[in-house]
């Protein structure tokens, strides 16, 4: 049976309705709220869903004229001073119902996660190309597991470069970065990161000198043809709930404290300049781990490559950091926190940069006239969720 309006009480002291639904639980709206949330053709437009009425003339303590349950409980009806109506689907005032015990709400669409360790190598979520292209479900279900998880392996791509760049389109588009939208990743003699050679690379995340650093990372192995040149991934997220229960206070002082870091390319001549990312300089400050405003971990900021020799912080707090943030890395290095993955060409590591950190081990060519080559890119989380949203809402879920 669908849930109706039972009844509606007034609070005039707080200014906010008490309404009690057919199934007893009891919702609170405060006045000026429920003025200022309109959805008549006058205060909503509902073809862009954007509000029209102007803040300006919303008297923060209205007190409304009248109010009725109408159409069998499923509408409130609240007449304004001003002689306006206004409309409410009971439907509409549960979806946007307040917290009684903040926080309460949780976007669907960023959590829950499940942490994990070394146990991911048997569970890694799994998906073809062909299937994301091809279906909106498969779609969500892939960005379903990267929020959940971090890190999901997509198989049976191209072996062509810019395939992620199809991908990056199928979900809204890719990050552009100075590097490009994609990056050809192969072993260079002149370079202007460690990530264009074959070299170990710690593990880290990419391009936290940015002020927002990329979401998603998608790793295409075009070709496979290296002795070693493993990836590693390990969920930060993870080894950070074992650190804040190990070590408060080193928890605490990774949040605390910023973290400077910086990213240039100036080349000694410039007029010989090839490429964007031989010509920039970016420079930012973040804690290594960063909090939403509950509480709960919002990214991590680590990367020991692009980690400023200058940290802007009281200097009696330095050793303690320091403290800390060994300790993190050697939870972020141990093998009962890391996964390693080695790619075959035609297959996408996908992995998310604000929670997993990424390594690599070194690698040599196994065939002359060979290469390892793999292209990377970003999606911003935003694009991601967005796209997650709009295939829930054509499936029939209301937009919120």
């Given at each position: 049976m669908a849930t109706v309006l039972s009844s509606i009480e007034r609070n005039e002291a707080n200014r906010?309705?008490?309404i009690t639904l057919s199934d007893k639980s009891v919702l609170r709206f405060p006045y000026v709220w429920l003025r200022d949330n309109c959805r008549c053709a006058d205060c909503f437009d509902p073809s862009s869903r954007y509000r029209t009425c102007r803040v300006i003339k919303l008297d923060a303590d209205i007190i409304p004229v009248s109010e009725e349950i109408a159409n069998d409980g499923k509408t409130l009806q609240i007449k304004w001073p001003e002689l306006h109506t206004s409309c409410y689907p009971?439907?509409?005032?549960?979806?946007?119902?307040?917290?009684?015990?903040?926080?309460e709400w949780i976007d669907p669409f960023r959590y829950p996660k499940h942490l994990w360790g070394?146990?991911?190598?048997?569970?890694?979520?799994?998906?073809?190309?062909?299937?994301?292209?091809?279906?909106?479900?498969?779609?969500?279900?892939?960005?379903?597991?990267?929020?959940?998880?971090?890190?999901?392996?997509?198989?049976?791509?191209?072996?062509?470069?810019?395939?992620?760049?199809?991908?990056?389109?199928?979900?809204?588009?890719?990050?552009?970065?100075?590097?490009?939208?994609?990056?050809?990743?192969?072993?260079?003699?002149?370079?202007?990161?460690?990530?264009?050679?074959?070299?170990?690379?710690?593990?880290?995340?990419?391009?936290?000198?940015?002020e927002h650093s990329p979401g998603i990372e998608l790793l295409h192995c075009v070709q496979q043809s290296a002795i070693g040149g493993d990836n590693q991934f390990t969920d930060v997220f993870n080894c950070a709930e074992k650190l804040k229960q190990s070590h408060p206070e080193y928890y605490k002082i990774l949040t605390m404290l910023l973290v400077d870091f910086t990213d240039w390319g100036v080349p000694k001549d410039k007029d010989k300049v090839t490429h964007n990312y031989d010509d920039h300089h970016f420079r930012s400050r973040?804690?290594?781990?960063?909090?939403?405003?509950?509480?709960?971990?919002?990214?991590?900021?680590?990367?020991d490559l692009?980690?400023?020799?200058?940290?802007?912080?009281?200097?009696?707090q330095v050793q303690l950091w320091y403290k800390a943030y060994t300790s993190l890395n050697a939870l972020m290095n141990s093998p009962e926190n890391m996964i390693q993955v080695k790619l075959d060409s035609?297959?996408?590591?996908?992995?998310?940069?604000?929670?997993?950190?990424?390594?690599?081990?070194?690698?040599?060519?196994?065939?002359?006239?060979?290469?390892?080559?793999?292209?990377?890119?970003?999606?911003?989380w935003d694009q991601a969720t967005s796209r997650m949203r709009v295939i829930r809402e054509r499936q029939g879920e209301d937009p919120v």
């Open positions: 906010m309705y008490h009971v439907s509409w005032l549960v979806q946007m119902r307040f917290s009684e015990s903040a926080p070394a146990e991911m190598k048997d569970m890694i979520p799994t998906f073809q190309f062909d299937d994301i292209m091809n279906s909106d479900q498969t779609l969500y279900d892939w960005l379903q597991a990267m929020v959940t998880y971090g890190f999901s392996i997509i198989k049976k791509a191209p072996t062509e470069c810019n395939t992620i760049d199809k991908l990056g389109n199928r979900v809204f588009f890719l990050k552009q970065t100075h590097y490009g939208k994609v990056s050809q990743v192969i072993s260079q003699a002149d370079y202007t990161s460690l990530g264009f050679t074959n070299k170990s690379l710690v593990l880290h995340v990419d391009l936290p000198y940015m973040k804690p290594t781990l960063e909090l939403l405003p509950d509480g709960r971990l919002k990214a991590i900021n680590h990367s692009t980690r400023a020799p200058y940290f802007r912080v009281p200097v009696d035609g297959e996408i590591a996908c992995f998310d940069n604000q929670r997993l950190a990424h390594g690599r081990t070194a690698y040599k060519i196994a065939e002359a006239g060979k290469s390892r080559h793999m292209e990377s890119g970003y999606i911003d």
